[in-house]
């Protein structure tokens, strides 16, 4: 069974930068899949932050892509997010998700973000 | 940035009856391999998001035939043919055909 555990600090002061990790087990973040982030808040839903391919190729929300940088540690099997230059509008629940996709080329096909981490509540606040 | 548009954003449902959840979208989420991006995720009180339906009307792993997605183009539904007090909670669509993803606003189910 595949899980993503998340980890970081609930709390980042402004103007810091917000440092989150998953852990994925029972899958290799070398598989054919996107990992990705979305996070939630009270005044705008569900948005989505970005993802990461195996090889390392990255996509980003426009409107957060000057602040935002999503990595991955393959020794590890994780991926991370960092977000610098943060403010109150900051203030979510972060989920990282698995993109799954299946096959290659023509027949590599599409299945949803099927695995999602707990979540963590972080607060931008001094 | 395409952009999702759910109805309603409430329902109250009775348990043992349907039903049906709108979602549209900005443009068609029709890609030239056929296929129609749109998912459908379930937020179940103090839980992450869960895939319900991916690709329009292709039912998620796990997920009981009772959840039924259709609708081309622009506009989609979601169906639960009979609900159960488990269903309750808030209902997403979102476009995948393009990146930034974008999410409906939700639908909130609740038992009346």
């Known amino acids: 069974q595949v899980q993503l555990q998340m980890s970081g600090p609930g709390l980042v002061k402004p103007s810091g930068t917000l440092s989150l990790t998953c852990a994925v087990s029972?899958?290799?973040?070398?598989?054919?899949?996107?990992w990705s982030w979305v996070r939630q808040s009270p005044g705008k839903g569900l948005e989505w932050i970005g993802k990461?391919?195996?090889?390392?190729?990255?996509d980003y929300n426009p409107s957060l892509k000057s602040r935002v940088t999503i990595s991955l540690d393959k020794s590890k099997n994780q991926f991370s997010l960092n977000l610098r230059f943060v403010t109150a509008a900051d203030t979510a629940v972060y989920y990282c998700?698995?993109?799954?996709?299946?096959?290659?080329?023509?027949?590599?096909?599409?299945?949803?973000?099927?695995?999602w981490g707990q979540g963590i509540t972080v607060t931008v606040s001094s | 940035d395409i952009v999702m548009t759910q109805s309603p954003v409430s329902l109250p449902v009775t348990p043992g009856e349907p039903a049906s959840i709108s979602c549209r979208s900005s443009?068609?989420?029709?890609?030239?391999?056929?296929?129609?991006?749109l998912d459908w995720y379930l937020q179940k009180p103090g839980q992450s998001p869960q895939v319900l339906i991916y690709?329009?009307?292709n039912r998620a792993s796990g997920v009981p035939d009772r959840f039924s997605g259709s609708g081309s183009g622009t506009d989609f539904t979601l169906k639960i043919s009979r609900v159960e007090i488990e269903d309750v909670g808030v209902y997403y669509c979102?476009?995948?055909?393009?990146?930034?993803?974008?999410f409906g606003q939700g639908t909130k189910v609740e038992i009346k």
């Open positions: 990461i391919f195996q090889s390392g190729s990255t």
């Open positions: 443009q068609s989420l029709l890609f030239t391999n056929g296929i129609t991006y």
């Open positions: 998700a698995r993109e799954l996709h299946s096959g290659s080329g023509p027949s590599r096909r599409y299945h949803g973000m099927d695995v």
């Open positions: 690709s329009t009307s």
């Open positions: 029972g899958d290799s973040i070398s598989n054919v899949h996107w």
């Open positions: 979102m476009q995948a055909l393009e990146t930034p993803r974008t």
